[in-house]
């Protein structure tokens, strides 16, 4: 473990890892720009009340996992466990409720107060989007869409996606009271989470992995039988539609996902490089409500945590490219040719290049070492000589050649080599 070590559940994120995530950011805004998302960012806390009524008192992050405080004030604040209820509070003032669209992306730490384990922190990050203020089948497909081109364009193949429809409240009405019904009798053979849900939320029992209780699952009623047609109807719009698109997918019937706001389309990608905590990301359509309305925020989006897309690219060796630039790494032979280096450093960055500049009087054998350790790509060294003749020694790091040139081209010279 390391000397100071962060909080349980968070991390550093240290500068030969960060161009992942970068990478990441910007393949995303790429992705979803082309789709006509715009970006959206709001505080990473809100008003607690905002997560009590928009994800449901009775779900597990509400009711477990909140980060809540009171502030100078006395108001009762939460870090956002999730993106999209923020993300909602924000576009209430825009005319969403007007059935006006909103297509925003955003990305930022989430905080959820659970057990760390591999793929679960405390503080993670997430990217998701949101589309608002609209419904249609069609537009959960094309959400769906961009989530798989999102993960195509990371490199992430083999990822199976499995969608259900949750349907609509009503629907849910007559067909919890049958699962209830049928889990009554058996929650005695079943774990303690599920003996909870079964006063709680009764549609989280049908997420449940413990093999003892998927074994009593797998018997439960088919809830479908009593969702409406419409309802029945819109999930096979859905699909429909993913197979116009060409997109694989299974129909999980167990499928509920956590939060109450989902309505309709629910779904889920997974990958086996995350190994038990399989899910990448997931999402779906819902209605949100939130303090004061009395008219729900209609829409549908996803939500990827970014540490398990970056555990995936790294079980199938994605090779993420280094957003590093070129480094031009300048030696000094004297405490004389430092001024003048700072300025050809200068003058190098206004270039576009990376620049690194040597102030301690350290041998010629010491600073050629440094240069290694950053991968520099060409040294240029300054002696007394060379800063008397106006010149620089201009060291090839590739092959190792190396040729004294004016001092005046040398920001040209490095640029010919290095910029192709």
């Not at 905002?50 to 909140?66: A, P, Q, S, W, Y």
């Not at 669209?101 to 990050?125: I, K, L, S």
Request: charged content about 25%.
């Amino acid at each position: 473990m390391a000397k100071f070590a962060p909080p349980p559940g968070t991390s550093d994120i240290f500068p030969e890892e960060a161009p992942k995530w970068r990478n990441i950011e910007r393949t995303a805004q790429k992705v979803f720009s082309s789709y006509n998302f715009g970006e959206l960012r709001t505080p990473i806390f809100e008003y607690t009340e905002i997560f009590h009524r928009g994800l449901g008192e009775e779900t597990e992050v509400v009711r477990k996992e909140m980060y809540t405080f009171e502030d100078r004030g006395g108001r009762s604040l939460t870090l956002r466990p999730e993106g999209t209820a923020g993300v909602m509070r924000a576009l209430l003032n825009t005319d969403v409720l007007n059935g006006v669209e909103q297509r925003v992306y955003y990305y930022g730490p989430m905080f959820r107060g659970e057990r760390p384990a591999a793929g679960r922190r405390r503080q993670f990050h997430q990217i998701g989007v949101e589309n608002v203020g609209r419904i249609a089948p069609e537009l959960d497909a094309e959400c769906i869409a961009m989530l798989m081109d999102l993960l195509n364009s990371l490199g992430i193949t083999d990822a199976k996606l499995s969608i259900n429809t949750r349907g609509v409240a009503a629907d849910r009405v007559d067909a919890a009271k049958a699962l209830k019904e049928y889990f009554v009798n058996h929650i005695g053979e079943m774990c303690e989470d599920c003996a909870n849900r079964l006063s709680g939320n009764i549609w989280r029992i049908l997420d449940c992995k413990q093999e003892k209780c998927r074994q009593i699952i797998a018997k439960a009623p088919d809830y479908l039988d009593f969702f409406t047609e419409e309802s029945k109807n819109y999930f096979k719009r859905v699909c429909t539609a993913l197979d116009a698109l060409g997109i694989e997918y299974v129909h999980d019937p167990l499928l509920v996902r956590g939060l109450d706001y989902y309505v309709h389309t629910v779904f889920e990608v997974s990958h086996w490089g995350l190994g038990g905590q399989s899910a990448i990301a997931g999402g779906g359509r819902y209605e949100l409500y939130l303090p004061e309305q009395n008219r729900p925020v209609i829409g549908v989006g996803f939500a990827a945590g970014m540490e398990r897309l970056l555990m995936a690219q790294e079980a199938l060796k994605v090779d993420v490219p280094s957003d590093k630039g070129k480094v031009v790494y300048l030696v000094s032979l004297g405490e004389e040719t430092v001024p003048a280096n700072l300025k050809l450093a200068a003058a190098l960055r206004k270039a576009g290049l990376v620049a690194v500049t040597e102030v301690e009087a350290k041998s010629m054998k010491s600073q050629m070492r440094t240069a290694d350790r950053l991968k520099a790509d060409i040294a240029l060294i300054t002696g007394s000589n060379e800063l008397a003749s106006g010149s620089v020694v201009l060291k090839n790091m590739s092959d190792g050649t190396q040729v004294e040139i004016p001092r005046d081209k040398a920001v040209e010279e490095c640029l010919k080599i290095l910029v192709k």
